[in-house]
């Protein structure tokens, strides 16, 4: 039990376009999910916390314009990089919280910027 | 904001071998997990502590929480290629924030 579920797995995109990725419970229901990306050879860095029916709230120093997240659902998380540059190129990995506890993580997106 | 330093950032080790992990944190525990990852990929979980002075084992791998709640360590004992990957010490109240991670590779 408590599978995120995580698509794409990976996304190749044009410098100026937007990308929406998803994130899902499967299993249970998450009033709060976690959005993290990670940069090749770095940590897994919090971006935002998604928060069911109110707004996210972002880490110090993440554009909340550029990097919007929607959390329409208990099931159902989704980031959208909007006006997508190569710096925006990374893996992106989404977490929610099952009521038992812990975080259960989806599988990541790997988002390439051309 | 918690703040988790993990030493040594990398780390190469001769199959057989044991190597150890640490994790240090500005602020006390509450509840301090480890988690293995091949970059690009998907986090596995370990373990998960949460008492002072509490101990775990899973296979090869054991994880220690300090009486005091600010350090734990990662020991893994006779190291084999299936354990390289990026470590990483997550904690924090309300959400997880991860450590700067340690990166193995076991040399056969």
């Known amino acids: 039990g408590a599978v995120v579920s995580q698509h794409p797995s990976w996304v190749i995109c044009k410098s100026g376009t937007s990308v929406k990725i998803e994130c899902r419970s499967l299993d249970f229901q998450a009033t709060t999910m976690f959005w993290y990306r990670q940069f090749p050879k770095q940590s897994l860095m919090l971006m935002a916390t998604?928060?069911?029916?109110?707004?996210?709230?972002?880490e110090q120093g993440v554009e909340k314009d550029k990097f919007l997240i929607n959390h329409a659902s208990l099931t159902l998380s989704t980031l959208t990089v909007t006006s997508a540059h190569p710096e925006d190129s990374s893996f992106y990995i989404c977490?929610?919280?099952?009521?038992?506890?812990?975080?259960?993580f989806g599988s990541g997106t790997r988002l390439t910027v051309v | 904001s918690q703040e988790l330093e993990q030493s040594p950032q990398s780390l190469i080790v001769q199959e057989g071998k044991n190597l150890t992990i640490n994790c240090t944190s500005s602020k006390t525990l509450y509840g301090l997990y480890w988690y293995k990852q091949k970059y690009g990929e998907g986090l596995i979980f370990l373990m998960m502590?949460?008492?002072?002075?509490e101990e775990k084992s899973h296979e090869k791998i054991t994880a220690k929480l300090d009486e005091k709640k600010q350090q734990s360590s990662l020991h893994i004992t006779a190291s084999q290629p299936s354990h390289a990957g990026i470590y990483l010490c997550?904690?924090?109240?309300?959400?997880?924030?991860f450590g700067t991670g340690t990166r193995l590779l076991v040399s056969p």
């Open positions: 977490s929610a919280q099952p009521r038992r506890g812990g975080y259960t």
């Open positions: 997550g904690a924090g109240f309300q959400k997880l924030v």
């Open positions: 502590l949460q008492k002072g002075g």
């Open positions: 998604s928060n069911e029916g109110s707004k996210a709230t972002y």
